[in-house]
């Protein structure tokens, strides 16, 4: 009876620890994604969203000064993404990029960390 009263108390923390990596392993997905993925989309405006990829900045431009504001449109899934420091954008209008950037998304928005025309 000893033996299985030894065997039952191991058993419980390893139940424990087998939870809590689990949990570990579930998360791990969605902190990579908001800790800063590269990722290749167009630099478009708030009023027209993914429709202005690949059209050019002349639109863009347009539409930002007429007071919408920059966002990022995915290119593999054509999302819209509210960008939380514009200013990093502004040279990039219209352009098809990659991106270095830390998402947040509930709120659906973009840091950006680093930008390029996209090759």
Same mark, same amino acid.
């Given at each position: ?7 039952h108390s191991?058993?419980? &923390? =390893?139940?424990?620890?087998?939870? *809590? ?7 791990? &997905? ?15 405006? $708030? ?12 639109? =863009?431009?347009?539409? +930002? ?7 990022? *449109? ?5 999302? *819209?993404?509210? +960008?939380?420091? &514009?200013?990093?954008?502004? $040279?990039?209008?219209? =352009?098809? =990029?990659?991106?270095?950037?830390? $998402? ?16």
């Amino acid at each position: 009876m000893e033996k299985f009263n030894d065997m039952h108390s191991l058993e419980d &923390p =390893v139940k424990r620890v087998l939870a *809590v990596m689990t949990a570990v392993l579930a998360l791990t &997905p969605l902190s990579a994604m908001a800790a800063g993925a590269t990722i290749n989309g167009w630099i478009s405006d $708030s009023m027209c969203g993914a429709k202005h990829t690949g059209t050019g900045a002349a639109c =863009v431009k347009k539409c +930002i000064d007429g007071g919408g504001d920059p966002v990022f *449109v995915d290119e593999a899934k054509k999302e *819209v993404w509210t +960008i939380d420091n &514009p200013d990093a954008v502004k $040279s990039f209008y219209g =352009v098809h =990029v990659t991106v270095s950037a830390t $998402s947040n998304a509930d709120k659906k928005t973009v840091h950006i960390d680093s930008i390029a025309e996209a090759k």
